[in-house]
């Protein structure tokens, strides 16, 4: 994998000022933190930066071959990809709570009969309805969702470093995998699943 010129220059901020928090970095670099997330997740996955809490980052050496890199990051999300759990939009708050638990997961996909997504359920927006006090006996999950066009998804060909970026960049803890209609759900692909997918991948290095 080749660095970008951005994140070379991150590493030779970091070199002659570890160890060195983010916000400093950012501020050499006239950018904000938020714009750099992407660029020290990179960088501390592939062993080249680390950091620690209330210290900031500090520079390891590691390098990672290319080969291994492609490997790593290239991988299409098809192959780690889970089943979603799926509900219709008529569905109870309470039923959704009890699907939650069930199955142990972050989020609901809310679909139709032809299983085109219509929006996302999650443990905040369940909470937000819980603590306002809203009939969890009768409403209808409908009314809580985040609806389409404004859930984030991706396709099944996307690579394991893209839907990282997406996760990281929209600050989720899933995305629906969709088919190329870009509606229809086929998946599920999650941080837990990435970082198991390089805890693994690691240990057989």
């Known amino acids: 994998m080749e660095l970008s010129a951005r994140q070379k220059q ?3 901020i970091v070199q002659k000022n570890q160890p060195i928090s983010g916000t400093k970095i950012a501020k050499q670099l006239n950018l904000s933190r938020a714009t750099l997330r992407n660029d020290f997740a990179i960088l501390t996955m592939t062993g080249i930066l680390d950091a620690r809490p209330k210290v900031g980052y500090f520079y390891v050496g590691h390098e990672v071959t290319p080969l291994l890199t ?10 780690l990809m889970i089943e979603p759990v799926l ?3 008529k569905t109870t708050i309470d ?11 972050g989020s609901l996909y809310v679909v139709d009969q032809q299983k085109r997504l219509l929006g996302l359920l999650s443990r905040k927006d369940l909470l937000r309805a819980t603590m306002n006090a809203v009939n969890t006996s009768t409403t209808p999950v409908a009314l809580i ?3 389409m066009p404004n859930v984030i998804t991706i396709t099944e060909h996307a690579t394991v470093l893209q839907a990282g970026q997406r996760l990281t960049t929209h600050e989720v803890d899933s995305l629906p995998i969709v088919a190329a209609d870009n509606v229809t759900v086929i998946g599920k692909i999650t941080k837990t699943i990435i970082m198991r997918y390089f805890i693994e991948e690691g240990l057989h290095i």
Request: zero cysteines; a neutral charge; aromatic letters at 10%.
């Open 10 to 12: 991150i590493i030779q």
């Open 87 to 89: 509900i219709n939009k």
């Open 95 to 105: 039923e959704a709570v009890t699907q939650l638990f069930m199955h142990d997961v």
């Open 145 to 147: 969702m985040t609806r």
């Open 70 to 79: 492609d490997y790593l990051y290239k991988i299409s999300i098809d192959k």
